[in-house]
Each structure stands twice: as C-alpha cells, then as structure tokens.
C-alpha cells in the first residue's frame, strides 16, 4: 500500500497516512478489469504448477511455450513485426484452451466466473440470437405477455382471462391451470375459442437480439407487449421449490447454475439473459413494451392489472376489473386449479418458506448478477442500464 507523507505548517509536525489502493480510483469497469486480469493470471499459474490441475490443461500450455522458444517459425522473425504475430497466436490460443480445461480454480473468496462458464453462456446467447423468433412467428395475435418463470405467469393470465371475458361478454374460463386456461390469453398458436376477439399470446421467451434493434418493428407487425419480471432471488427460490425432484442435488449447486441451459427449466443464468435482452428490447422499444414487476403487482393489482389492460388495447370497466380483481386471493386461485392437469403453481405457504438461500449461496448469486447483468430494473443488483 503506497504512503503519503503529510505536513502541518502551522505545528511543523508531519505524518504519514495511508493513499487509497490504486483500484479504489478506477472505475466500475476498470476495477473489474483489473480483477479479472488478476483472476486469469492466478488460473494460469494453478494451470502451470498444481498438480490438481492435471496433464491436460499443461499440454496446450506447454505447446504454446515450446512454438515461442523453439525452432518452428511459420512466419520468420525477420519480416519485422509482424514475423512474430505466429507466435503470439500459439501462445494465447495455448493459455486460452488450458483456461478451458480447467474451469474451476480454488481460491479464498468469491473468485470471478470462470472463462469457460461465459464462454459456454455466450454461446447459449448466440444460438437464442439466431433461432428465437416468436414475435415474429405468432405475429398474427394482438399481443403478447412475456412473463419470466415464477414470476406470476398464471396469476396475471388468470386476471387478464377474468377480466377480458367480463369486458366482452364471454363465460370465463373453467380452470386457472391446463389446457383450459389458455382461453382469451394464453399460449401464441393455439386455437382461439373466439375468433372475432382479440387474443394475446404468453410465453416466457427470450427474444433474438435482432428485436433490441430500433427498427425491427418496422419489419416485424408492432404488436404491444407486457413483460413482467421479478426479484431474480424470490424467483429462483420459487423455480428450485417446484421443479427440485427433477434437478436433484442442492439449492447450492442450483444457484451456481448450469450455463448451458441444459440441466434446469431456469436458473441464474436464465434470469439474466431474460433481463439483458428484454431490458434492450424496452430500451429500444419503450412505446411498444411496457415492463411490469412483479412485487408492484402484488402492492396494487388494480392499478398494473389496468395498465396492462391498456397498453395490450383493451381498456377495462368497472365491471370488468372487478371481475379480474377477484382473483387477487391466492386461496380462490388455489381452488380454480385443474387437478387432473397435475401442475401446482400455488404452493402452500409452508413449503415457500421452506426454501431460503444461505449466506455464502445468496454472496454467490449476487456476484454473478453484478457481473452479467445489464439490466436490473430497480431491483438494485448492480446492472449497468436500467430500461423500467
């Protein structure tokens, strides 16, 4: 740590006090820099000298040594500068697939993520990027409500349902779950039960890339859509609770996550790239997508449950909104479940407070939001854009 020597020229007394470190000067993206510089430079010395890391990671490692020291020259050295872009090549393609090799490393604290995880998470984006076209497939509804996994999805399609039919004079829908709820709202591409009425698709989607750019409504039909989030940590407690008989391990394990995508229906990794994209697509969008959270629903479903009737064009009455408000109760959506179906998306209030992250799980999760999200929404995560 780097001294500064202080005088007092009234007492002629001096003293020594401590500079800030040098990272406490630099900004976000700078000291994260820098953290990640000091995290690969501890991987590659784990790769090079424990024996835990084992031969495979040192093979690539010690390839791109050997091509820097010896006699193999494919561009020669004499052609000035660039007779050395060869060697530069091997050497990082050799750190870059011993990295690979070893994705963990050990180390005191909350280490940054490892770079085969991002590579892996990268890749998951890319292949979403080039193959997630809904809005552009069921453009021929009215609209669309995006929901992040256990975030409501049932309860405000069940509200919407209620009210709609109230506004247009149809009987309700029998069942708040299975097949039958998907009635005037439900899933894109289904057979409407009234033609002549307005339908709006739901899903939990993640969009390509290409909606988050400006013009893409001028292509695609400018359908409106509500996307509704919720506080990642509530969400994931609530994703482990319904669906921990079919990923088996921990709520550890859970929250560090799969970044493939392959293990779990939805973890970390999947919330943030439902942030990240949906927040770029309300950037780029904000009269044709309105965001929604979760936690202002629950404080004042009459208000949201209208602005969300609005902007899908739908505007509700009174009687309407009565009708859709009187599934607020938890205990009344309960009852309307369709037992034959089998889904519970209303769990008793016992087993939701049996599932609570830990200390350490709850650093973990908050680390890895930090660092990869873009967008928060106000939940206060730490993302570097904010599209509510």
Same mark, same amino acid.
């Given at each position: 740590?780097?001294?500064?020597?202080?005088?007092?020229?009234?007492?002629?007394?001096?003293?020594?006090?401590?500079?800030?470190?040098?990272?406490?000067?630099?900004?976000?993206?700078?000291?994260?820099?820098?953290?990640?510089?000091?995290?690969?430079?501890?991987?590659?010395?784990?790769?090079?000298?424990?024996?835990?890391?084992?031969?495979?990671?040192?093979?690539?490692?010690?390839?791109?040594?050997?091509?820097?020291?010896?006699?193999?020259?494919?561009?020669?050295?004499?052609?000035?500068?660039?007779?050395?872009?060869?060697?530069?090549?091997?050497?990082?393609?050799?750190?870059?697939?011993?990295?690979?090799?070893?994705?963990?490393?050990?180390?005191?604290?909350?280490?940054?993520?490892?770079?085969?995880?991002?590579?892996?998470?990268?890749?998951?984006?890319?292949?979403?990027?080039?193959?997630?076209?809904?809005?552009?497939?069921?453009?021929?509804?009215?609209?669309?409500?995006?929901?992040?996994?256990?975030?409501?999805?049932?309860?405000?399609?069940?509200?919407?349902?209620?009210?709609?039919?109230?506004?247009?004079?149809?009987?309700?829908?029998?069942?708040?779950? *299975?097949?039958? =709820? $998907? /009635?005037?709202? &439900?899933?894109?591409?289904?057979? !409407?039960?009234?033609? %002549?009425?307005?339908?709006?698709?739901?899903?939990?989607?993640?969009?390509?890339?290409?909606?988050?750019?400006?013009?893409?409504?001028?292509?695609?039909?400018?359908?409106?859509?509500?996307?509704?989030?919720?506080?990642?940590?509530?969400?994931?407690?609530?994703?482990?609770?319904?669906?921990?008989?079919?990923?088996? *391990?921990?709520? =550890? $394990? /859970?929250?560090? &996550?799969?970044?493939?995508?392959? !293990?779990?229906?939805? %973890?970390?990794?999947?919330?943030?790239?439902?942030?990240?994209?949906?927040?770029?697509?309300?950037?780029?969008?904000?009269?044709?997508?309105?965001?929604?959270?979760?936690?202002?629903?629950?404080?004042?479903?009459?208000?949201?449950?209208?602005?969300?009737?609005?902007?899908?064009?739908?505007?509700?009455?009174?009687?309407?909104?009565? =009708?859709?408000?009187?599934?607020?109760?938890?205990?009344?959506? !309960?009852?309307?479940? %369709?037992?034959?179906?089998?889904?519970?998306?209303?769990?008793?209030?016992?087993?939701?407070?049996?599932?609570?992250?830990?200390?350490?799980?709850?650093?973990?999760?908050?680390?890895?939001?930090?660092?990869?999200?873009?967008?928060?929404?106000?939940?206060?995560?730490?993302?570097?854009?904010?599209?509510?």
């Amino acid at each position: 740590m780097l001294r500064t020597l202080a005088c007092r020229t009234q007492t002629g007394s001096c003293h020594y006090r401590r500079a800030p470190a040098l990272t406490a000067t630099l900004s976000p993206f700078w000291r994260r820099t820098t953290d990640r510089l000091r995290f690969e430079a501890r991987s590659i010395a784990h790769v090079a000298l424990s024996p835990e890391a084992g031969w495979l990671p040192k093979l690539p490692l010690a390839l791109g040594l050997f091509y820097l020291v010896g006699p193999i020259d494919l561009i020669p050295r004499r052609l000035h500068w660039y007779g050395f872009l060869d060697e530069l090549f091997f050497l990082l393609f050799g750190l870059f697939v011993a990295r690979v090799l070893t994705p963990e490393i050990p180390g005191p604290g909350l280490a940054p993520i490892s770079l085969v995880r991002r590579v892996q998470f990268r890749l998951r984006i890319l292949q979403a990027d080039l193959g997630n076209f809904y809005l552009l497939q069921h453009r021929r509804e009215s609209g669309f409500v995006i929901t992040a996994k256990n975030s409501g999805s049932h309860w405000l399609k069940c509200m919407l349902n209620h009210a709609f039919s109230a506004e247009f004079g149809v009987p309700p829908p029998r069942f708040v779950t *299975g097949p039958s =709820a $998907d /009635y005037l709202v &439900g899933r894109g591409g289904m057979k !409407r039960p009234f033609p %002549d009425l307005p339908h709006i698709a739901t899903s939990h989607t993640i969009p390509s890339v290409f909606f988050a750019w400006r013009h893409a409504f001028r292509i695609v039909p400018p359908r409106p859509v509500v996307v509704m989030v919720r506080d990642i940590e509530s969400a994931i407690c609530s994703n482990f609770l319904k669906w921990h008989w079919r990923y088996g *391990g921990t709520l =550890a $394990d /859970y929250v560090r &996550g799969d970044p493939t995508g392959r !293990r779990h229906v939805a %973890d970390a990794w999947w919330y943030i790239h439902f942030f990240n994209r949906w927040g770029d697509v309300a950037r780029a969008h904000p009269r044709r997508v309105l965001v929604v959270r979760y936690e202002a629903l629950v404080a004042e479903p009459a208000r949201w449950l209208m602005a969300v009737a609005a902007h899908l064009g739908i505007p509700l009455g009174a009687e309407a909104l009565e =009708a859709g408000l009187a599934f607020v109760d938890r205990e009344k959506m !309960r009852a309307s479940q %369709d037992r034959e179906h089998g889904e519970v998306v209303i769990p008793e209030a016992e087993r939701r407070a049996s599932v609570h992250l830990s200390r350490e799980d709850r650093a973990v999760l908050h680390a890895m939001l930090k660092s990869l999200l873009r967008h928060d929404f106000g939940y206060g995560y730490g993302g570097g854009r904010d599209a509510s």
